[in-house]
């Protein structure tokens, strides 16, 4: 078997150039989604395989419905079901996936790098859908195909990241791939929840007040609170959290024209108030619209030749 060097495992080595093509080609798959037209049958005869270790709605059934669209044949390997359970190794398990001949794998895993082990494993293409606080790559893939798509001019916009910066592999994403697209980014949460050396290791701004924060943004990405923060002792409890960090309507009265983006699932009246989604800046469920398209995208670009 002939051992891949194509994988999405982080957008770090992704060029601005595979970017816009990425999206070019994206913009064509959203059409056709958002008039009903079927996609071209370009993955006719591929196996992808789900792998999802750790809990997914978007991003599992989005690509298994870019997918689908292009005509391969989708395998869900259901971790509870398998033979992990008899103690079945991770590595024994994909070896044996392996010799099935499968043309990609989709991988998402609590071990940060799981996705890069995973393909140093197997000869097949290797997806990462998010590795432990790493990456998440198709999520950074399909915000800024977003707001690609809705500003004239994306370079030179500001996205601030609220929340839990030390745990989100979202952050870690977006930094690198709005990086390539001269985007720039900053940070703002409690300073429990910001790595100490973030603004050394990335030259970005980092914000410990929500209202500096929106004044420097043109986009504000709040991410998913968890409660074991609260059992960690990093934030007190979610009702303060909301109080300090969470945006609400007379934050955006100064700032009219800020975008909201969220990877979702969101928390209403702990990262957002719940007014926020009746505003047209809540540009939330087009995400979920546009990672159908960006992924199946993605799909045609590391599978279709
Ligand atoms: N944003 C995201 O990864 O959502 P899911 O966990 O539902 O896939």
Redesign the pocket.
């Known amino acids: 078997m002939m051992k891949h060097t194509r994988h999405l495992l982080s957008t770090e080595h992704l060029s601005a150039q595979d970017v816009l093509a990425l999206f070019r080609r994206a913009q064509f798959y959203l059409s056709r989604l958002q008039t009903h037209q079927e996609f071209p049958s370009l993955l006719s005869g591929k196996v992808i395989l789900f792998a999802f270790f750790e809990?997914?709605?978007?991003?599992?059934l989005s690509f298994e419905l870019a997918a689908k669209k292009l005509g391969a044949t989708v395998l869900q390997f259901h971790t509870e079901s398998s033979s992990l359970g008899k103690g079945e190794t991770f590595l024994d398990t994909f070896r044996t996936l392996n010799a099935m001949y499968i043309d990609a794998i989709v991988l998402r895993h609590a071990l940060s790098g799981g996705a890069a082990f995973l393909a140093q494993t197997v000869d097949t293409i290797v997806i990462n859908a998010?590795d432990g606080a790493h990456q998440?790559p198709t999520?950074a893939l399909l915000d800024a195909f977003t707001l690609w798509d809705q500003l004239p001019q994306l370079a030179g916009k500001r996205l601030c990241y609220v929340g839990d910066i030390t745990h989100s592999r979202v952050v870690r994403s977006g930094i690198a791939l709005y990086r390539t697209l001269n985007v720039d980014v900053a940070v703002c949460g409690p300073p429990t929840l910001i790595p100490p050396m973030i603004a050394e290791a990335f030259n970005i701004p980092v914000f410990y007040r929500l209202e500096e924060a929106l004044q420097w943004a043109d986009i504000v990405n709040p991410l998913r609170i968890q409660q074991e923060r609260i059992a960690e002792g990093l934030i007190p409890d979610l009702k303060a959290y909301f109080k300090h960090y969470g945006i609400q309507l007379h934050h955006l009265e100064q700032h009219p024209d800020a975008l909201i983006l969220h990877?979702?699932?969101v928390n209403w009246g702990i990262e957002l108030a719940p007014e926020i989604q009746q505003i047209p800046q809540n540009l939330i469920l087009s995400q979920v619209t546009h990672g159908v398209a960006i992924r199946a995208a993605l799909l045609e670009w590391l599978l279709s030749q």
């Open positions: 809990r997914s709605t978007r991003t599992r998010g998440h999520q990877p979702g699932p």
